[in-house]
T-cell receptor, first 109, second 113 residues
Framework: DAKTTQPPSMDCAEGRAANLPCNHS???????VYWYRQIHSQGPQYIIH???NNETNEMASLIITEDRKSSTLILPHATLRDTAVYYC??????????FGKGTRLHILP | GAVVSQHPSRVICKSGTSVKIECRSL??????MFWYRQFPKQSLMLMAT?????????EQGVEKDKFLINHASLTLSTLTVTSAHPEDSSFYIC?????????FGSGTRLTVV
């Protein structure tokens, strides 16, 4: 079973920051938080991952709370191409990736 | 990053026939690959872990005699859906585990008629 809870859907205006929350209250000390997204009829795409510290790359930022029980994925300037299902996953390195239901993000023009 | 190629992207087959789906890791030698299945409007479900040179490991509830997995080299894993039925129609996706997480193929949409 997935160890994360995400809202089923969210809307965001084009050009604004999209903030996608994820709860993982039972996360273990050695589990990482990963984010993937799946654009319709494609394979999932890796976005970012982190353990404790906040992370940023060319796609997004990941903010993890100090107690590590929740995190937020931030897409700084959402575009229509960011419309996708976003999956938050917790896993120990080298462990299998189990997908939950994710958040369907709609970017509104 | 790693590139994972899946073939075919779409396939239609008759009920009772078998279909083979290929997954290639183009720039990474993968001792392990993963196969997922996704039904419409649902999330991805892990079916099995493909191990190079040894038997695949199947998730609970997945019929290993129906979904045959072969991982004969470090760059190729195949999934064969045997005696396909309409309920096997789905989106099948493979992946390779890299240091930063999985890289996924583009998927194969199987329709059984």
């Amino acid at each position: 079973d997935a160890k994360t809870t995400q809202p089923p859907s969210m809307d965001c205006a084009e050009g604004r920051a999209a903030n996608l929350p994820c709860n993982h209250s039972t996360i273990s000390g050695n589990e990482y938080v990963y984010w993937y997204r799946q654009i319709h009829s494609q394979g999932p795409q890796y976005i970012i991952h982190g353990l404790k510290n906040n992370e940023t790359n060319e796609m997004a930022s990941l903010i993890i709370t100090e107690d590590r029980k929740s995190s937020t994925l931030i897409l700084p300037h959402a575009t229509l191409r960011d419309t996708a299902v976003y999956y938050c996953i917790v896993r120990v390195e080298d462990d299998k990736i189990i997908f939950g239901k994710g958040t369907r993000l709609h970017i509104l023009p | 990053g790693a590139v994972v190629s899946q073939h075919p992207s779409r396939v239609i087959c008759k009920s009772g026939t078998s279909v083979k789906i290929e997954c290639r890791s183009l720039d990474f030698q993968a001792t392990t690959m993963f196969w997922y299945r996704q039904f419409p409007k649902q999330s991805l479900m892990l079916m099995a872990t493909s191990n190079e040179g040894s038997k695949a490991t199947y998730e609970q509830g997945v019929e290993k005699d129906k979904f045959l997995i072969n991982h004969a080299s470090l760059t190729l894993s195949t999934l064969t859906v045997t005696s396909a039925h309409p309920e096997d129609s789905s989106f099948y996706i493979c992946s390779v585990d890299r240091a930063y997480g999985y890289t996924f193929g583009s998927g194969t949409r199987l329709t059984v008629v």
